[in-house]
């Protein structure tokens, strides 16, 4: 297998804290590399294409996904919100995805759930990808939404996907929570890679993780795509053991969604009565 597999591979959310980093590694699979967010993206570089684009508008999606070969879709909302807005981009968007793929032919899509599919088990829980989802709220429901959409479209259509559960891909983890869940972008742009070039993948969920000591979860369901990370949380383990101890009731030392597990709710506003 080459690393230059695609003519023309397309990345959502590219403006992202995770898409600013995938913008610079995925640079090498493909002639050009089209990126596409709802904010900004500065002035194309040279093997790229800018599409901004709200992933809400239908007619925009089928445009964006238009000549692409693949799509890795990191576009949306990525943190717990008000239903409302969680709809737009995250449930609207990942239906919009999938129908342009499937309008235009794409066989291949790399879509970001998150460890928020799965945030109501316990921190003494180990999981598999066919565990039952448990999600933390509106932002871990719209994953588990998105997961149904990855799977009804390869038993209906036969576009197969890469579901990556991703833990917490920062440049390094936060918190004891992240000690468990980090994933490096290195890895994480390993894993995209196997997803993308892995033959015959039907629909496969991935646990997005690094080497880390202590994990939660179990990727023996994905072996087949032969990833293997690099990297590690240990590297950081002193400066996190530093912070202090969090209580003994604090969401991030019983729930794998940590905090996410107590956002919200999210009352709606009172519409103001117009003055006379």
Known sequence: MTDQAFQRLLLTGAAGGIGRVLRETLKPMASVLRLSDVQPLG????GEEIHLC???DRQAVDEL??????????GGVSVERPFEEILEANIKGVFHIYEAARRHGVRRVIYASSVHA???????DRLDAAMPTRPDGYYGLSKVYGEGMASFYHDRYGIETLTIRIGSSFPEPKDRRMMHTWLSSRDLTELIRRGLLTPAIGHTIAFGMSDNKN?????????????RPQDSSEAFRDQIEQQPMPAADDP???????????????????????VE
């Open 54 to 56: 709200d992933l809400a």
């Open 118 to 124: 799965v945030g109501f088990y316990r921190q003494s």
């Open 252 to 274: 991030l030392m019983i729930w794998q969604g940590g905090v996410f597990t107590a956002q919200g709710p999210f009352d709606p506003v009172e519409p103001v009565e117009p």
């Open 43 to 46: 002035a194309p570089r040279p």
């Open 65 to 74: 996904v238009r000549g692409c070969d693949a799509i890795v879709h990191m």
């Open 215 to 227: 994990v939660w979860w179990d990727n023996a369901r994905a072996a087949h795509l032969g990833y």
